[in-house]
């Protein structure tokens, strides 16, 4: 009896130590790449204590489950899938300073593309990450430290586990309330969320929330669109009819300028003018220097839906991928329907963010992709056909075009990771200690350069005259990660508010008739399409456009971003903390930004549930009920 006993506690003992053993194991690697792979901004002791704490729930999960499911062969199953995970993450991070979502992965062949630069991602120390894995199989199968039995833990104990794991992130999300409350409903920041609950707990809140999303299409009815449209008619005013119609019947071109921001304007490296031609040429045009990129996930394609709807991106995914067959009402199809011939111009493969799908919902006419164009090798580097080739090219296309034409054409030289061939570089690269940084001086400087050869030959076209140019940069080229580069090139500190500051990006809006002027309006993205409406003097039937024109003198200043941030005339809000928009001093008083959190939260959720319900389906119908009650109350 006794015998037995000790060789049961020994038995226990050995086994709760192999369980310690392995899931100490998995937390100091998640904990590791939590802390160090990631830039989670941790601010205080509390933080760094739940984000210390957050892996241990999901550990708890993923393990029982596998025990549950196949004992120690699944505990090592999970132990591998859970490591994988955490290293596409960190690839993934590597790449776009995020963390992947379910919809995301809709579009891996768009992600192996992006990885044009995988070699840049990867690193040989990687491997590191996964020698843990091995030791986990040894204490798993071959350690026996008592030589008295093997390790077999019982689908019970993984049950247990599993359920264990409940409490453990009940604790996990009550200590984190302690530094941001609802965090579950404010969702807009995946790296909040990753401080908080941890990277695993990340995604399978992520999965609900692709659930939930995915329900709303289904449940989704006509009166929903109601309170959207209400709340956006609070916000309009009487048009204001600056500027209006001086572009009646001429021809657009959008000009969408790659990962271009504004901090190089008017800015130079070793002496040299990074953007000599763009700094003279916005002299000549209306030029914004508030002006925001809005973009999440989907990036250039993102800024795309922007201008085509005047409705915010997806939080998570790219709207191009999640809802590319919705029903919209965009720009290219109200101008095909005012006689435009509606285009884009843009030298990739015609697929690339689902482009060729969602631009037939958004009413193109038609799609110049790679295959319309004469693409040699010598003509090529890096992401593929070098603007200067795309430009004329393009321009020898309008040339052929039906007038008017509205043609978008996107530029892609300048492109993470920034290469060029030698003889291109028009500028030495820059001194600080990020590469990436410091190519991208030359591919921005390289782009002016071929920007000033399409306007110089645009402007000797014969449809010169009869034409605009709307110049606007897609989003940011250089990501949070390199902070500290960019900090020694402005010679400055890029503390938050200075992040949030280099999101602007330039525009300009140039043409014959137009006089030259600096405009400071804050404004992004979604203020493109009543904008050009509004020079185009076209009526604009759609109502759901979050959008105010930008020639409007007394319109609403306040850009949203898609991390429910804003800037207003006064302010600056960023997760919670508001700063004086013209100094970047944080504003102390409690509440000076809490309307603009609110408003931003509001109208991000009224645009997504016009997105994820395919409301405007129902736009025509909503219209006519409002008309017959505005008819009957006269
Ligand atoms: C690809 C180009 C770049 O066609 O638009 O896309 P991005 O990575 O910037 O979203
Ligand atoms: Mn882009």
């Not at 393990?63 to 993934?92: C, E, H, Q, W």
């Not at 020898?396 to 030698?422: A, G, Q, R, V, W």
Request: aromatic share 12%; with cysteine.
């Amino acid at each position: 009896m006794f015998t037995s006993k000790k060789y049961l506690n020994k038995s226990t003992a050995s086994k709760l130590a192999i369980y310690a053993l392995v899931v100490g194991l998995f937390w100091i690697k998640m904990s590791y790449i939590q802390s160090n792979i990631f830039s989670l901004k941790v601010e205080n002791a509390n933080e760094a204590s739940i984000l210390a704490f957050n892996p241990l729930s999901s550990i708890f999960l993923i393990f029982g489950i596998g025990i549950l499911l196949a004992g120690r062969k699944g505990m090592l199953v999970s132990y591998i899938l859970g490591s994988v995970l955490l290293y596409v993450n960190v690839l993934f991070y590597r790449e776009y300073n995020d963390f992947i979502t379910i919809p995301m992965l809709n579009q891996v062949a768009n992600l192996a593309d992006l990885g044009g630069s995988i070699g840049t991602i990867l690193s040989l120390t990687d491997a590191l990450l996964f020698v843990d894995v091995l030791i986990a199989a040894f204490l798993l199968f071959y350690l026996n430290p008592e030589r008295l039995t093997r390790f077999m833990p019982k689908r019970r104990e993984g049950l247990i586990m599993a359920v264990i794991a409940i409490p453990l992130f009940a604790v996990n999300l009550q200590w984190a309330e302690t530094e941001r409350t609802d965090l579950l409903e404010r969702t807009f920041d995946r790296n909040m969320l990753v401080k908080y609950i941890g990277l695993l707990n990340y995604h399978v809140y992520d999965a609900v929330l692709q659930g939930k999303t995915e329900m709303k299409k289904t449940l989704a009815d006509s009166n929903e669109l109601v309170p959207v449209i209400n709340y956006l008619n609070e916000d309009k005013k009487a048009d204001s009819d600056n500027l209006e119609g001086v572009a009646e019947g001429k021809n657009v071109i959008a000009l969408s300028l790659e990962s271009t921001q504004t901090f190089v304007v008017d800015n130079t490296l070793h002496g040299e003018e990074l953007t000599p031609y763009f700094n003279d040429l916005k002299e000549e045009g209306i030029y914004f220097d508030n002006f925001y990129h809005q973009v999440k996930q989907g990036r250039t394609s993102d800024s795309e839906f922007l201008l085509a709807n005047s409705m915010y991106p997806l939080n998570r995914g790219a709207v191009f991928f999640t809802h590319s067959e919705n029903e919209y009402k965009g720009l290219p199809g109200l101008l095909s329907d005012n006689g435009y011939f509606t285009n884009v111009m843009h030298a990739n493969d015609k697929t690339f963010w689902n482009r060729n799908v969602t631009y037939d919902s958004l009413g193109y006419d038609d799609f110049f992709s790679k295959e319309d164009y004469t693409i040699t090798p010598e003509k090529s580097y890096g992401w593929g056909y070098l603007d200067e080739y795309f430009f004329s090219d393009s321009l020898d296309k309008m040339e052929e075009m039906d007038k008017p034409f509205f043609s978008k054409l996107i530029t892609l030289t300048n492109h993470y990771p920034f290469d060029l061939p030698e003889d291109k570089k028009m500028i030495e690269e820059g001194e600080t200690n990020s590469g990436t940084l410091n190519r991208y001086f030359q591919t921005i400087r390289y782009q002016d350069e071929a920007l000033k050869q399409f306007v110089e030959k645009f402007k000797q076209s014969e449809f010169y005259d009869d034409t605009i140019l709307v110049i606007y940069g897609d989003h940011f080229g250089i990501s949070e990660n390199h902070q500290k580069a960019m900090g020694q090139y402005l010679d400055k500190e890029i503390n938050d508010y200075e992040q949030f500051q280099l999101q602007r990006v330039p525009m300009l809006i140039y043409g014959e008739g137009i006089e030259g002027q600096k405009n400071h309006t804050v404004g992004g993205q979604v203020d493109l399409r009543p904008t050009i409406t509004n020079l185009l003097g076209i009526e604009d039937p759609n109502p759901v456009q979050f959008g105010h024109d930008l020639m409007d003198p007394d319109r609403r200043q306040m850009m949203i971003t898609r991390d429910g941030d804003f800037a207003n005339e006064e302010y600056v809000g960023i997760q919670g903390v508001c700063y004086d928009r013209e100094t970047g001093e944080k504003v102390e008083t409690e509440d000076a930004c809490t309307e603009g959190f609110e408003k931003a939260q509001e109208e991000l959720e009224m645009s997504d549930s016009v997105i994820y319900g395919d409301l405007l389906r129902y736009l025509d119908e909503t219209q006519m009920i409002e008309t017959e009650a505005n008819q009957q109350e006269e």
